[in-house]
Each structure stands twice: as C-alpha cells, then as structure tokens.
C-alpha cells in the first residue's frame, strides 16, 4: 500500500522516473481494507468494489464481454470499461436473461434493423456486424479444446455427408442438437474438402446438399424456440461465413436445387440479401464456376429472382442522376443499366458536353460550337475495367484529335472524311493509352453519338448499337431503313465476348420456380388506354421509320470474315439449340479455348498481337465505323444508344414502336421524369424477353419541346429515386 500510495502521490516518479509505470487512482486505494484497519473512519463510504473473479455470460463464446455477475456489469472487450448491465438492457434487450444468452456480447449493443426499413446501408451494416461474429467464432472454435472440437467436428461431418441419413442416425442426430442446441451454431475448422472453415452447420448442409440434415436442424430449432421461449436461434438461415455468404449464397454457388428450394420460404423477398462484394444468392449462382451450378443456371436465375435483387438491378440511383438536358443543342437524354442476368456489371456510360471557340478573326460569323458526347461501352472479360476507361477516357481525346484537324490544313475536307479522320486517330489513341496503362486483360465494344446543333456523328466499335426514329418522308418505308433491321446472326446467351462462357440449355421445371420470383411487369395501361388513345398511337408508328446509324461488327461479315483469315486466325460457327430452336454464333478462333464473338473492340490485344500487321489489319480492330447524320428539327424524333444486351431480344422496329407507346403512356404520369422512366421499362420488359446480358441504354429527345406526342407540357414533379 505504501508503493501504491507513492506512485499516487507523486513522489515515487520524482525518486524513481518510469515511462511504463500506470498510475493508480484514489478508488484502488479506497476500495482496499489497509486503511480500514490502520485509520478507522466511520463516515468513510468507500466506492463500488468489482469483484475479484470475473465470470463469463452463460452461452458466449471466448471474445465474448466479461459479466460481474454480483454488481451485474459488464466489461467490454473493446475498451475495457464496465457497463451497467441493467442500462444495456433497458435500451436493446427485454430481458437480463436475453443479454447474458447473447454470443459476443460487447457494449455497446447495436440491433438489428427493422427489414421493413432496410437500406443498402443498414444491409451491408447488418452483414458487417454478422461477418466479425463469424470470425470471432471461428477463432474461438479453432483455439477450443481438443476433445470439444472433435465432437464439433463428428456432428458437422455429419452435416456435411453425401451419404443419405438411416433412421437410427436421424434419431441420434435430433438427440444430439435437442441435448446441445449450440451445435446450430458452430463453426466448421479445417474440416477440408466437408466445408470451408466459418460455415456454421446449416451452411455446412448448404454446401454438401445434405437436404434431411438440413431440415432436421430447422426443425430443431423451431422446437427448441417453442419449448423454452428462447429465440438465440432463430434466424439461423442469416448467418454469414466469413464472406458475408448465406445458407442461400452457399446452395446458389453450388447449383443445389433442392437445398434452394428448402431455403427459400426463411428468406424475406424483395428484401435482398448482399455478401461483402455486395452479390445476393442469385448474383453468386450466375456467376459461379461450379459444373453443377452452370448446368442448373436456368433453373436457378426462375427460382432465385426477385423484384429488387440488387445483383440483376444494380443500386439504384434516382432519376436526377440519369437526365439531362442541352438547351442549345436542342436535346435531352434519359439513361438506364441494369447488370441484368450476368449478376455483374461490365458496361459503362459516358454523358459530356463542351464548347469549342470559334476563329472570329477569319470568319465573322463564326461562334463557340457546343459538342455532346453520349457514348454505351460494353465490357467483356475483366469485369468492366476497359469499359470504364474508355467512358472516361473517351471525351478528352476526341476533343484533342479535334482541335488538332480544326488547327491543321485539313479542315476543309469533306464532313464525311473529316469526322472519319477525328475518330480513326482517336479510336488508335484510346488502345494506345489502354496499352499503355497495362489493361492487357479483356475488352470493351463501344457506340458513340457525337452531337451538334446540325450534325449527328455515330461511331461504333463492336455490336453496341444505335437507331434514329424519326417521321417518315413520304408513304412507304426505304430499303435501308429495311436492311437495318434484319439480324446480322441470331444471338443468345452464349454470344458472351469473353472466354469460357457457354450455352446453359438445361430445360427449366415450372414446378420448381417460385411463385413470387416472376420477372416484373410492364406499367398496366388498362387504366389509361382508350379505343380512341389506341388509333392515334397505331398512327403514330405508322408515320414514323427507324434507321440504324451503325452496324453490328461480327465475325461472319464478308470484310470482317476476310480480314480475321489474313490475320492468322479463324472464324468459326457455334451451333445450338435454344428453346427448340438451332441458332448459330460465329467467333472468332485464337485456340479452343480463347475465342471473340465481335471482330472489333478496345482491349483485346492478344487477338491484336501479329508483328507483322499494322493496327487496322490485326484479326480484331479498334476502328470505329463512321455514320454522318444531317439534323432535321422536323423529322428527327429519338436517338437510341443501347449495348447487345438489348438487341439480343429486340429488334430495331420493335424498340421504336416500345419508345413511342412508353412515352405516350408516362407522358400522364412520369411528366420530366419521362426519359429514364421509358428506358427502366424498356429494360424490364428485354428482361422479361429474357436477356441474359448487361444491359444499359441510352433515350435521346431530338425535339425536347413540350408536345403532345412526346413530352408532357408538366414539369414539376421532382425527380424520383429507381424501384423496379
């Protein structure tokens, strides 16, 4: 005591400095008896003792906050200080007994949000807290003793068995969780190739398809909730691993139906359930590598869709984000993406607009020119990484190779080989920088719309696509407008760009598609159409012609066909069946297991490696193919960007008369909303076509005047966030 009554008072550090000694407060010494006995003072109350031995909570693991069981406070493994245990209860618990059962108890107690409110936000907070308690206990459970861990490794071998259960294992198996009901929770520990280590024992089941052990435990546990009101268990089914995985995400990685199926009723939809890469179940069964969950891809995308599944809708964004509008280029546009059926997302966009100055000195009447750039650039490969430069990237070097014609004798070629001079250097100029920014991995087609005041300047790379629906000249429809929409091949979801991706033609059983996974509907305009509102619309279309302003770049073409031949490489013919149909894909052929289903792209380089070729002779090119479109204010209705995800399942015509009905109906309701409004619908409905691509689109007013055709003369509504 005297040592301690030094430190306190000073005067051991004057005597004897150390940097490493902890001071010692007044309550050590006032909590001690030492005084008690030499200077007995009656008056003198001392402060709360804690007791000596700690207990830990009854049912927490190891990392779990330390209970002083007789003044009932907590001590929190974070900062070390005690807690009242009656204040945590008051505010996140009914009952004490509630809080000492709780795993990992720690101050201070954060719930669960309600999921009626959840936003993207309190999901990934939710999965957060749920991945550090699976971490938590997988360690505690790897540091248990031998003896327990061995019992916890025979039950979850069970729970992992391809072997069906007898009765007599069944019976031990229910005796075995009713006798210890922890068993629902522990973890896995280099159990090998029976689990991942972090997979609890219903994910375990998950993992093996173990359907009888599955059921038994939520069984259990239902039985054990009933008969001791205890509700610990309760919500087995939203465990994480240690990836924020599911019993849901493990069973879609796997392509296990019948544990999909048996899973499916404990999970509330629309509500999505997102891992650390934010990928629902539906998101991790798409994209999975496994032989069995790409043999069941069909039948999984019917059973796990739901209406607001982020891995098909991406995260919303509201209307605000996705408009604009260019008063003096006379034109507004509306965008919508979506990652669709591939459960991730590789296109991108790009919305710019700049103003070049012009030569006053030279010309009188010469002024600044405003440029609008839209552009849909369509990933393969690499997860979107060239997509996203290219959108970015794409805006400043067009404006540089400009400004560098503009200053040279040049300008005063033609408008067609100018615009093909501008997009030549800076198709080359953009696979150089890719080049040189090391993206030797996958590719990116891409369909750029260049507008001015008088001109529209198309330039595509690749199968992206763009149309122009305008009013007719004249009766009758032309023999381009014809030959634009016939088909170049017929695609499906196997014409995916990048390597390793192939046809999954496993028929789908109605039987097993939930009832409320069912892709979402069109806006019902039954409350709305009318026989007279039906006449003018058919009138409407029937005065009106789209034209393509680009062409699908493909293998097949003769030019394409002869130029990949001279290369070195060559084209082949993929055939298959598709809803009873044979349909044909031409790729083209490095070896068996590398092949392109375009024949010009960004990025791809291994396709552009020949020594002995210049750029614009390699199998696959970056050259864009250049289409030069005189506005006319009087006839020019829509400009339509859209990457192939929307052409696999729609044709030119079929997009022009869906936009003008689209915006005839939202004309009523969306008001300025009414662009990306008309594109969302446009993409649910080549959902509903099933679309098995990213799909992202770009909707261009060419008279965004107020009439009574296109616009509404309304314009008040604020803009409104995504919901599908």
């Known amino acids: 005591m005297l040592a301690r009554w030094f430190d306190r008072s000073g005067i051991g550090q004057k005597l004897a400095p150390d940097s490493k000694a902890k001071t010692v407060s007044e309550d050590d010494e006032s909590r001690s008896n030492f005084w008690a006995l030499v200077a007995p ?14 207990i830990a909570a009854p049912g927490s693991s190891s990392t779990s906050g330390t209970v002083m069981k007789a003044d ?3 001590l929190c493994m974070h900062c070390n200080k005690w807690t009242n245990m009656n204040t945590i209860a008051a505010s996140t618990l009914d009952t004490t007994k509630e809080l000492l059962e709780l795993d990992g108890l720690m101050t201070p107690v954060r719930k669960t949000p309600s999921p009626s409110k959840n936003t993207p936000n309190d999901l990934m907070a939710d999965v957060n807290d749920r991945v550090l308690s699976a971490c938590r206990d997988t360690s505690k459970y790897m540091r248990s003793p031998k003896l327990e861990r061995n019992a916890n490794d025979k039950f979850l071998r069970i729970c992992g068995s391809t072997t069906q259960m007898n009765q007599k294992l069944e019976t031990k198996y229910r005796k075995l969780l009713k006798k210890k009901p922890y068993l629902h929770r522990v973890r896995a520990t280099k159990l090998g190739e029976t689990a991942p280590d972090g997979y609890t024992s219903l994910q375990v089941t998950a993992y093996a398809n173990h359907v009888k052990a599955a059921k038994i435990i939520l069984e259990s546990e239902e039985e054990y909730r009933k008969s001791t009101g205890d509700n610990t268990y309760s919500d087995l089914h939203l465990d994480r691993d240690m990836l924020g995985h599911t019993a849901l995400h493990i069973a879609g990685e796997r392509g296990n139906i019948e544990m999909i199926q048996l899973l499916l009723p404990y999970y509330k939809f629309p509500e999505s359930l997102v891992d650390l ?5 539906f998101g991790r069964a798409v994209t999975s590598p496994n032989p069995k969950a790409r043999r069941n891809q069909r039948t999984m995308e019917k059973t796990l869709f739901s209406r607001n599944d982020l891995s098909i809708f991406g995260d919303p964004k509201t209307n605000e984000e996705r408009m604009g509008k260019f008063e003096r280029l006379k034109l507004e546009y509306g965008t919508s993406e979506m990652p669709g059926r591939r459960g991730y997302m590789e296109d991108a966009m790009c919305v710019e607009t700049w103003y070049e100055k012009g030569e006053v000195g030279s010309n009188a009447d010469a002024k600044s020119q405003q440029f609008a750039l839209l552009a849909v650039c369509d990933g393969h490969g690499d997860n979107g990484v060239v997509s996203k430069f290219i959108a970015s990237n ?3 070097v067009v404006r540089e190779c400009i400004s560098k014609i503009e200053n040279s004798s040049e300008a005063d070629i033609t408008r067609t080989d100018y615009w093909n001079g501008i997009w030549h250097a800076a198709c080359l100029q953009l696979d150089l920088k890719l080049k040189q920014e090391e993206m030797i991995t996958g590719g990116s087609t891409a369909v750029i ?3 001015t005041e008088h001109e529209i300047v198309v330039a595509n790379v690749g199968d992206s696509r763009c149309i122009l629906i305008r009013e007719k000249d004249g009766e009758g429809t032309s023999a381009d407008d014809v030959a634009n929409d016939i088909d170049i091949e017929d695609t499906d979801d196997i014409k995916d760009k990048s390597n390793g991706e192939t046809a999954d033609a496993t028929p789908v059983n109605a039987a097993t598609v939930n009832e409320t996974s069912e892709p979402p509907a069109l806006l019902d305009e039954s409350a709305i159409s009318t026989t007279d509102k039906q006449a003018s619309r058919d009138g409407l279309r029937k005065s009106t012609v789209v034209t393509a302003l680009s062409e699908d770049h493909k293998p097949s073409l003769p030019n394409e066909r002869a130029r990949i031949v001279n290369a ?4 082949k013919g993929v055939t298959f069946e598709e809803d009873g149909e044979m349909k044909t894909i031409h790729k083209v052929v490095m070896n068996e297991n590398n092949q392109l289903a375009v024949s010009r792209s960004f990025g791809d380089f291994d396709y552009k490696a020949n020594d002995q070729l210049k750029a614009i002779d390699q199998s696959v090119i970056s050259i864009a193919e250049v289409r030069v479109h005189q506005r006319d204010p009087s006839k020019d209705l829509f400009l339509f960007l859209a990457c192939d995800g929307i052409w696999d399942v729609m044709k030119n015509h079929e997009v022009m008369d869906f936009v003008q009905q689209q915006i005839e109906i939202k004309a009523e309701t969306s008001f300025n909303t009414i662009l990306p409004d008309v594109a969302d619908v446009l993409l649910q409905e080549c959902l509903r076509r099933e679309s098995r691509d990213n799909m992202s689109c770009i909707l261009i007013n060419l008279q965004p005047r107020p009439n009574t055709t296109t616009m509404s003369s ?9 919901h599908f």
């Open 72 to 74: 009932r406070k907590l």
């Open 277 to 281: 890469d934010r990928q629902t179940a």
């Open 394 to 396: 794409v805006s400043s």
């Open 449 to 451: 719309a260049l507008i």
């Open 41 to 54: 003072d009656p008056k003198f109350t001392p402060s709360d003792q804690q007791p000596s031995a700690p």
């Open 568 to 571: 070195g490489f060559q084209v």
């Open 714 to 722: 309304h314009s008040s509504m604020a803009p409104k966030a995504l």
